[in-house]
């Protein structure tokens, strides 16, 4: 099934996976979240022949687990960091203007004051240094100082008590699992070979330098070696246990550090804007987030297993105890639809504490052949890749154009605002509600066209989800023909984000997704069966844990439910 988008389905992940054990590449990528699909589609779009693997699915680990913001990094100012927020600024405005504006949007926030004179000095100081640094970038210019009454206006669920007014500002906001998956996707219509569920074993190599590694297809259990003149490693969290296939740690060390989230419906905080607010840690992130707000985050240092960080009963009270500062109306644990924790991959220095570890990336070289990258921050990760591949195409013996990725819009970018600026004539042309658009052009940009293909076969795809209405059927089906996604989790937690959106956390939907996408996937009632048993215990061992007093009771909580891809056909 070839189409001008390069669909990534069960049939493109067999052929590719026929090309990376036959074909020898340029460079192979470890590791499909932001940095690594990033580095894909930089290496690919200098004409360089690139694989992507990796272990689990696109954005499996901390790339869809994020505060979902494109931002300028606010904390850094306070770190005199202007390097590194101007960097920020310059990204956040390409991905919202030319390289996702149908993922990527502006979104309004207010600094919430305490002491009037001293706080609006010292904040209106920074904010004002960020907003000139970033002026025009994309969102909004000109931060605004709101005073007491203006404030309430803007958050009536404000605690009065609280604040003596607020500063308002722009920030960008992104779907962060969709974004890494379309990045990923936008590298194999340039050409890259990519393949999810692809584990790393082992490494090869070839007197004095790698040439490739050994893998394992966790969707058939069977084993065979990718040859490769460079590799490069950005398996983020998971760059210490790369490096020690190669007997030994490399030039440095990535510190886990744990970040969790909550999620609460909208109508529980009545604000027109999100809030922005500082926690004796660090920041507090309060995010519209469609039907909801996403709360968070945590900053705890993390050494347990690094696939299912687990959100512990002190994570979640802890959140919701620093956004009660802020309220009128304190929430309770009731009000939690959904909570994720991901793990950020920082650069372990001196520093003790995980808060003021760099968010800043490295990239090393521990043996030829063979190059690292680690740290960085989501907002960032186009440059992360640059400065990676950078660092390969020096030992490749050709010649190597500069990156280009600035001027590469993702797939769904080019066409999008005429076609949302024509939403209403489109609605009527598809026979859909105008907001139902809006949602397809907001997760698809100008892919909408193969959506709207596929209900054209089967009429019945154009349904909500009884389960989770806010989807249609089409978008489940899509993700498992279109999208790279292989099981349940896939599409519920991070094609769709049913997983956190709805109270009983996916489960009724796994059901019906099973059914809908068991002819794309090829699944026996065998398969539906064991797929939806795995999503259920993944929910149970989840909320298990996030009624666990601390890290190791949730941890073994957590792991009580297997991993779909471990326990898929591998005898």
């Known amino acids: 099934m070839h189409s001008t988008t390069s669909p990534l389905n069960p049939v493109s992940r067999a052929e590719a996976l026929q090309r990376l054990a036959s074909e020898e590449l340029d460079v192979l990528v470890i590791g499909a979240g932001v940095t690594g699909a990033g580095c894909a589609l930089d290496a690919v779009t200098r004409g360089l022949k690139v694989g992507l693997v990796e272990a689990r699915d696109f954005a499996a680990g901390t790339s869809s687990r994020s505060t979902k913001l494109f931002h300028g990094g606010l904390r850094y100012l306070e770190q005199l960091n202007f390097h590194l927020v101007f960097e920020a600024l310059k990204e956040r405005q390409l991905a919202l203007t030319k390289l996702a504006p149908h993922l990527a949007k502006p979104v309004p926030f207010i600094y919430p004051l305490s002491k009037p004179a001293f706080d609006r000095a010292y904040a209106g100081l920074g904010i004002g240094v960020y907003d000139l640094m970033g002026a025009g970038r994309g969102v909004p210019a000109h931060l605004r100082h709101l005073g007491r009454r203006k404030t309430l206006e803007s958050f009536p669920s404000a605690n009065r008590d609280a604040l003596t007014g607020s500063i308002k500002f722009y920030e960008g906001q992104v779907d962060d699992a969709r974004h890494t998956m379309m990045i990923a996707r936008t590298a194999a219509h340039y050409g890259a070979v990519c393949a999810s569920s692809t584990r790393v074993t082992g490494f090869i190599r070839e007197a004095d330098h790698v040439a490739g590694v050994r893998v394992k297809d966790l969707e058939s259990g069977e084993d065979f070696e990718i040859r490769a003149k460079q590799t490069i490693n950005a398996a983020g969290v998971w760059?210490?246990?790369?490096?020690?296939?190669?007997?030994?740690?490399?030039?440095?060390?990535?510190?886990?550090?744990?970040?969790?989230?909550?999620?609460?419906?909208?109508?529980?905080?009545?604000?027109?804007?999100?809030?922005?607010?500082?926690?004796?840690?660090?920041?507090?992130?309060?995010?519209?987030?469609?039907?909801?707000?996403?709360?968070?985050?945590?900053?705890?240092?993390?050494?347990?297993?690094?696939?299912?960080?687990?959100?512990?009963?002190?994570?979640?009270?802890?959140?919701?105890?620093?956004?009660?500062?802020?309220?009128?109306?304190?929430?309770?644990?009731?009000?939690?639809?959904?909570?994720?924790?991901?793990?950020?991959?920082?650069?372990?220095?001196?520093?003790?504490?995980?808060?003021?570890?760099?968010?800043?990336?490295?990239?090393?070289?521990?043996?030829?052949?063979?190059?690292?990258?680690?740290?960085?921050?989501?907002?960032?990760?186009?440059?992360?890749?640059?400065?990676?591949?950078?660092?390969?195409?020096?030992?490749?013996?050709?010649?190597?154009?500069?990156?280009?990725?600035?001027?590469?819009?993702?797939?769904?970018?080019?066409?999008?605002?005429?076609?949302?600026?024509?939403?209403?004539?489109?609605?009527?042309?598809?026979?859909?509600?105008?907001?139902?658009?809006?949602?397809?052009?907001?997760?698809?940009?100008?892919?909408?066209?193969?959506?709207?293909?596929?209900?054209?076969?089967?009429?019945?795809?154009?349904?909500?989800?009884?389960?989770?209405?806010?989807?249609?059927?089409?978008?489940?089906?899509?993700?498992?023909?279109?999208?790279?996604?292989?099981?349940?989790?896939?599409?519920?937690?991070?094609?769709?984000?049913?997983?956190?959106?709805?109270?009983?956390?996916?489960?009724?939907a796994a059901v019906e997704v099973a059914d809908l996408v068991a002819p794309v996937l090829g699944w026996t009632t065998d398969d539906i069966a064991r797929e939806v048993e795995h999503y259920h215990s993944r929910v149970a061992a989840e909320r298990e844990s996030q009624h666990q007093p601390d890290d190791l009771s949730a941890d073994a909580a957590r792991l009580g439910a297997p991993d779909v891809r471990m326990g898929k056909r591998l005898a």
């Open 239 to 508: 760059i210490d246990e790369i490096q020690q296939m190669l007997g030994g740690r490399g030039q440095f060390r990535v510190r886990a550090s744990k970040g969790v989230h909550v999620v609460i419906p909208r109508n529980r905080i009545n604000s027109s804007t999100g809030v922005i607010t500082r926690t004796e840690k660090s920041l507090l992130f309060i995010v519209p987030w469609g039907s909801h707000w996403i709360i968070g985050t945590t900053d705890t240092d993390w050494d347990l297993d690094l696939a299912h960080p687990a959100a512990s009963e002190a994570d979640i009270d802890y959140i919701l105890d620093h956004a009660n500062t802020l309220l009128a109306d304190p929430l309770t644990r009731e009000d939690v639809v959904g909570v994720y924790a991901g793990l950020r991959p920082l650069l372990a220095g001196e520093e003790d504490s995980t808060s003021k570890l760099s968010r800043e990336h490295a990239v090393a070289s521990p043996v030829r052949g063979l190059t690292m990258i680690a740290g960085g921050k989501y907002t960032t990760y186009r440059i992360m890749a640059k400065d990676a591949v950078d660092a390969v195409v020096h030992d490749l013996d050709q010649v190597v154009p500069k990156s280009c990725t600035e001027d590469v819009p993702l797939l769904g970018a080019d066409g999008y605002q005429a076609l949302w600026n024509g939403r209403h004539n489109l609605a009527e042309r598809v026979s859909l509600r105008v907001g139902q658009v809006e949602h397809l052009l907001n997760r698809y940009g100008s892919l909408v066209g193969e959506l709207f293909a596929l209900v054209e076969q089967r009429p019945e795809l154009a349904q909500p989800l009884d389960s989770a209405p806010e989807y249609l059927k089409v978008e489940a089906f899509y993700a498992a023909s279109h999208e790279g996604a292989l099981h349940l989790d896939d599409i519920l937690a991070r094609r769709t984000r049913i997983s956190i959106e709805t109270w009983d956390r996916g489960a009724a």
